[in-house]
């Protein structure tokens, strides 16, 4: 059984204090200042801010702990850094590891998080942050498991890094093959987009568009947060019209490309089987000119462009015509088969990387349920 101990009785713990407003700013005078948890990375928070009349400081390798809105998430500070009211700075003394400490504190964030209070917004108070028993191993065994901890970790962080690299290495083979779709430089002839296949907005007609009736049906509806989190294909879905909602909508078939034209602008997938979906998703489909695959990667050179422009009211949109009259650039389909075939290998070993993720992640979670209660051998 290992022995627990109050968090403070071995670490100081360091509320965070924000400067006056008037005493930051974004032009690197002073120094660096650390708000939240939006200053938070991968693992080392990004300076955004600097200010010229410090409250609090937190050193080199305190563990950052997000106290308020949200509860829980950290971070290990690299510099020296203010640091406002929404964080809270843990110094580790010796008798505890700073990485032990902080692979406790990621596995047990839900826990520490439901201790959050509050109506406008979670945060948990310095005396429990102090008061947060944490189980102490003599120091041997912290870094025993901290370093075991740390090789599950590194191997979930390779695999992720693969998968991104499969998705730059299909961006860069279509750059190779086709040149960049927006200046054209190997002079493909130009289309608008409408000759290229059908191309038409989903169907909602019903207003209110979640009426209980229209719902918990058989038929997938994709909405457009569906399409926007996708990788590049929509092999889930959380949403289903009943037989109601269908007569007023419509079902595309599987190999659809879908396009977003509100709030997420020009984000695609392509179904992996028949669904619905609203009027703020276009749906495409190709012609014997070209190939979904083609299309979804020349708009993904285009998204940040349509994005960039599209007028906002309540929320960013574009219409049907915009996209309708985007000037294609069309190499010979032969060319696009060839690039589809490519992609469809790359697809087949990201679904590998993908597993081998899954499998990687378990493996963590697994470690780090065992390692606070004493069992990790």
């Given at each position: 059984m290992i022995k627990k101990v109050e968090l403070q009785s071995v670490c100081e713990v360091i509320a965070g204090q924000s400067p006056p407003s008037s005493s930051y700013n974004q032009n690197g005078k002073g120094m660096p200042f650390f708000q939240g948890k939006a200053d938070f990375g991968e693992l080392n928070p990004t300076v955004r801010y600097w200010c010229i009349a410090p409250k609090k400081i937190s050193l080199k390798d305190d563990i950052l702990f997000s106290v308020r809105a949200?509860?829980?998430?950290?971070?290990?500070?690299?510099?020296?850094?203010?640091?406002?009211?929404?964080?809270?700075?843990?110094r580790c003394g010796k008798e505890i590891s700073m990485k032990y400490l902080l692979h406790f504190f990621r596995a047990n964030e839900s826990k520490i998080a439901a201790l959050g209070t509050g109506s406008t917004f979670k945060a948990i108070t310095i005396k429990e942050l102090k008061q947060l028993q944490v189980?102490?191993?003599?120091?041997?065994?912290?870094?025993?498991?901290?370093?075991?901890?740390?090789?599950?970790?590194?191997?979930?962080?390779?695999?992720?890094?693969?998968?991104?690299?499969?998705?730059?290495?299909?961006?860069?083979?279509?750059?190779?093959?086709?040149?960049?779709?927006?200046t054209n430089p190997k002079g493909w002839e130009n289309v608008k987009f409408y000759s290229a296949g059908s191309l038409d907005r989903g169907k909602s007609k019903h207003?209110?568009?979640?009426?209980?009736?229209?719902?918990?049906?058989?038929?997938?509806?994709?909405?457009t947060g569906d399409v926007a989190k996708a990788s590049r294909y929509i092999s889930e879905y959380t949403s289903t019209y009943s037989d109601v909602g269908l007569l007023q909508s419509k079902k595309w078939k599987r190999g659809t490309l879908c396009i977003t034209i509100a709030a997420n602008i020009a984000?695609?997938?392509?179904?992996?089987?028949?669904?619905?979906?609203?009027?703020?998703?276009?749906?495409?489909?190709?012609?014997?000119?070209?190939?979904?695959?083609?299309?979804?990667?020349?708009?993904?050179?285009?998204?940040?462009?349509?994005?960039?422009?599209?007028?906002e009211s309540a929320q960013k949109n574009i219409n049907l015509q915009i996209l309708r009259n985007l000037?294609?650039?069309?190499?010979?389909?032969?060319?696009?088969n060839k690039f589809a075939t490519i992609i469809e290998n790359i697809e087949k070993q990201k679904e590998l990387a993908k597993q081998s993720l899954m499998e990687s992640e378990d493996l963590f979670n697994a470690l780090l349920q065992k390692a606070f209660k004493g069992e990790l051998i």
């Open positions: 949200p509860v829980g998430p950290t971070n290990v500070n690299t510099i020296e850094a203010c640091i406002g009211r929404g964080l809270s700075a843990i189980p102490l191993p003599p120091l041997s065994e912290q870094r025993r498991i901290a370093g075991i901890l740390d090789k599950a970790d590194a191997l979930r962080k390779l695999t992720r890094q693969l998968l991104e690299q499969y998705d730059k290495l299909a961006q860069s083979i279509f750059l190779e093959m086709f040149g960049d779709p927006v207003r209110p568009r979640n009426a209980p009736e229209l719902l918990g049906g058989v038929h997938p509806l994709i909405q984000k695609t997938a392509v179904l992996t089987f028949d669904a619905c979906f609203p009027d703020s998703v276009v749906g495409f489909i190709p012609n014997e000119k070209t190939n979904v695959e083609y299309v979804q990667f020349w708009l993904s050179f285009l998204q940040k462009i349509l994005e960039d422009s599209a007028p000037d294609l650039p069309l190499p010979q389909i032969e060319l696009q």
